[in-house]
């Protein structure tokens, strides 16, 4: 399975975005993620969706962002509102579970997100 993240740009603080990872194959079975990483910076969690649709978020990213899958497209969601300029970042999925009999885990090549002022 391949991961393509899109939707990143640059956008004013205060705007939106949403950010999509699409799967060359079927993630039904697995988890999706996304993190982001500014630059300099190391990676940190963003928010989680279960295989089942459970979500969950660090800190920052409650109340303003919103993750949400499409097992019909293979795909898993960011939504991004009232964006800051530290949301800056370089944004990755990944997608990880159960699949078959093995533990699998797939990620994507980042999208930049830039937020100005």
């Known amino acids: 399975v391949q991961l393509q993240a899109s939707g990143g740009g640059l956008v004013q603080v205060g705007g939106s975005l949403r950010l999509s990872c699409t799967a060359s194959?079927?993630?039904?079975?697995?988890?999706g993620i996304w993190y982001r990483q500014p630059s300099g910076k190391q990676r940190e969690f963003v928010a989680g969706?279960?295989?089942?649709?459970?979500?969950n978020y660090e800190e920052f990213a409650e109340g303003r962002f919103t993750i949400s899958r499409d097992n019909a497209k293979n795909t898993v969601y960011l939504q991004l509102n009232n964006l800051k300029l530290e949301d800056t970042a370089v944004y990755l999925c990944?997608?990880?579970?159960?699949?078959?009999?093995?533990?699998?885990?797939?990620w994507g090549k980042g999208t930049q997100l830039t937020v100005s002022s």
């Open positions: 990944n997608v990880a579970g159960i699949s078959g009999r093995a533990h699998v885990q797939y």
């Open positions: 194959g079927n993630i039904d079975s697995l988890n």
């Open positions: 969706i279960t295989a089942g649709g459970s979500t």
